[in-house]
């Protein structure tokens, strides 16, 4: 089985002030952890990806990940947050030799000027 | 734009209807992907098709079903419609059917409002 807990459901930022949105995972075996971003009245766009390579995984705009077996902790970073950052961002597991993605309930980032 | 393709854009419609959902996914990606989003339940995979036939289920309802077509494109047919599944649902695609390669790309979804 596998969980995804997101450990906020809001994070407030100042504009240039760094991110952090938090994500444990549960998996039986090796997982693959995923970063989407869901700007209002929008698809679900992938940030970025971690499949047992590097541990520090970089996405696209500026932000980056660091998986963390020992604290089964996948969270995601940005040192400088943009107003076009605000969303809702949900971290993901998928065991590996499954295709079934199970999605936290999401992270929704407000960034104020 | 992820190349995910998904109509209509809105649906409203009232309980114990049927509606169908239409999907074309990225070209060259032969895995289709349902997901349910709902204020209660978050997001939830319902169904996989993979080169048309089913590869893997998820919290689907038996009133509601799906396929693919030899195109490739993929259909979700939700009957005896409740207030219930008001969501939006999205439809995602990738090349393979899993593996660590796999990656799956979502499209813009498809808002049902059931009154």
């Known amino acids: 089985a596998q969980s995804v807990t997101q450990l906020d459901s809001h994070v407030s930022v100042s504009e240039g002030t760094p991110v952090l949105l938090r994500c444990n995972y549960s998996?039986?075996?090796?997982?693959?952890l995923f970063w989407y971003v869901q700007h209002p009245n929008k698809g679900l766009q992938l940030l970025l990806k971690y499949t047992s390579a590097a541990t520090l995984v970089k996405g696209i705009n500026g932000f980056e990940a660091e998986f963390k077996k020992s604290e089964t902790s996948f969270h995601l970073t940005k040192p400088s947050a943009h107003m076009s950052d605000a969303a809702e961002y949900f971290c993901?597991?998928?065991?590996?030799?499954?295709?079934?993605?199970?999605f936290g309930k999401g992270t929704m980032l407000l960034v104020s000027p | 734009d992820s190349g995910v393709t998904q109509t209509p854009k809105h649906l409203i419609t009232a309980t114990g209807q049927r509606v169908t959902l239409r999907c074309s996914p990225r070209?060259?990606?032969?895995?289709v992907y349902w997901y349910q989003q709902s204020l209660d339940q978050g997001l939830q995979f319902l169904i996989q098709y993979y080169n048309g036939e089913e590869r893997a289920k998820g919290n689907i309802l038996e009133r509601f079903s799906a396929q693919q077509f030899p195109d490739l494109h993929s259909e979700l047919n939700l009957s005896s419609l409740e207030l219930g599944d008001s969501a939006l649902y999205f439809c995602?695609?990738?090349?393979?059917?899993?593996?660590?390669?796999?990656?799956?790309?979502f499209g813009p979804g498809t808002r049902l409002t059931v009154l």
């Open positions: 070209s060259g990606d032969l895995s």
């Open positions: 993901v597991v998928r065991t590996d030799g499954y295709s079934t993605l199970t």
């Open positions: 995602a695609s990738s090349e393979l059917a899993g593996g660590l390669r796999n990656t799956q790309y």
């Open positions: 998996s039986s075996y090796s997982p693959s």
